[in-house]
């Protein structure tokens, strides 16, 4: 598309990933409805990607990532995973190629690779300039996720330390770190899974700043989101006591973690308190060498293209509002699908996020009409 081209389109997704192909996959069905006479005429809509290829984040992930779930919980909506025959649970080379799927069976209208880089307020609703020009809509459906957006604390001593350090979002493998002194830090699921890949290869040590709390071997992803959407409900309708996730631990124990944590080779020491030229330092004084440090530290919303719409925070994230977490408080066109809790229970999910498209869409939908 020339830099000078103009697009319009009723509802803009921004984010070809699983939520993305999820809201797409509704607005199909109300293309379908408008097609077999069931509702009246059916939004326009294009859904943005800035990767090259379909599949979401999980074509960056690392080749040993697994699901927490078989193939039949981690579905997006009208289509089941095929089933997974390799050791354990899915692979991330398994969801995007099942994402690749989705996105053809559905003949989604996915443009890319297009980044968008600001998403301003205009008289009809948004303009979205993007690196391939500009579209216009009424409806933005914000679709990001959290991929590009990593985190890494920023530790005395950073600037200090003569060697490599990296986030989640780099990791590829354990190949490259054969032989090498590997401090991994974090204590959730990218921490645990990551120490246990690279146990047979490098030298690692596993820092977290409290010790790790396992799930019980038998709770997977299904699981989680079961528990998940009840405690969003329970506070929904007043209940103070409805336990979440968090009260059953920390990491969920898929089979690559469980077999490295039986034989010994996940044990963690606390959090260091700087980093050295050479590693890092404990308050005691004690030291240790480190070649590459890898931060799993978690990812920020990223809604860097959302700046110019001046938002307003809540607890680091934007005001949403209380009946539908996933529309924006500062504009009713505006929706936000597929970061996390806060704006619909386990939409980070793909097991998840489909009910919160779902309802994401119906409200456009409403927005939308006369």
């Known amino acids: ?57 999980w074509q960056h992930y690392w080749s040993s990532l697994e699901l927490f779930s078989p193939a ?42 297009v980044r968008v880089e600001a998403v301003r307020g205009a008289d009809s609703g948004f303009s979205t300039d993007t690196d391939a020009g500009q579209w216009t809509s009424r409806v933005v459906i914000s679709a990001t996720g959290s991929w590009n957006a990593p ?20 990791y590829r493998g354990p190949q490259s770190f054969a032989g090498l002194d590997v401090v991994v830090v974090g204590g959730g699921n990218s921490g645990a899974q990551i120490a246990a890949d690279l146990a047979s290869t490098a030298r690692v040590t596993w820092v977290t700043r409290k010790p790790p709390r396992y799930l019980p071997d038998d709770v997977d992803g299904r699981a989680l989101f ?16 409805a336990g979440g996730v968090a009260d059953l631990g920390d990491i969920v124990a898929v089979p690559s973690v469980r ?25 005691d004084g004690s030291k ?7 931060w799993c530290a978690g990812f920020r919303p990223d809604l860097h293209h959302l700046q110019p719409l001046g938002l307003t925070g809540r607890n680091g994230v934007p005001a949403t509002d209380a009946k539908l977490p996933t529309t924006s ?9 597929g970061y996390g809790d806060w704006c619909g229970p386990a939409s980070a999910t793909l097991i998840g996020v489909g009910a919160t498209a779902r309802d994401t869409v119906a409200a456009a939908a409403r927005y939308l009409a006369p």
């Open 1 to 57: 598309m020339p830099a000078s081209t103009v697009r319009d389109v009723d509802i803009l997704v921004i984010g070809g990933g699983q939520a993305g192909l999820a809201a797409g996959y509704y607005l199909n069905r109300l293309r379908r409805d408008e097609a077999s006479g069931r509702s009246g005429q059916a939004p326009s809509f294009a859904i943005l990607d800035a990767n090259r290829e379909p599949g979401g984040s």
């Open 259 to 283: 077999k490295a944590r039986d034989a010994g080779l996940l044990e963690t020491r606390p959090m260091f308190a700087r980093l050295v030229p050479g590693g890092v330092q404990w308050e």
């Open 226 to 241: 079961d528990i998940a959407t009840r405690r969003v409900k329970a506070l929904a309708a007043g209940e103070t006591g």
């Open 151 to 170: 985190e890494i604390p920023r530790m005395p001593g950073s600037g200090d330390f003569a060697g490599e350090q990296l986030h989640t979002a780099d």
């Open 288 to 294: 240790l060498d480190a070649d590459v440090l890898i």
């Open 329 to 337: 408080v500062d504009h009713p066109g505006l929706f936000f699908l």
């Open 72 to 113: 039949v919980y981690s579905s997006l909506p009208g289509y089941q995973m095929p089933a997974w025959d390799g050791v354990g649970n899915p692979s991330a080379d398994h969801v995007a190629r099942y994402l690749c799927t989705y996105e053809a069976r559905y003949d989604l209208p996915v443009h890319r690779p």
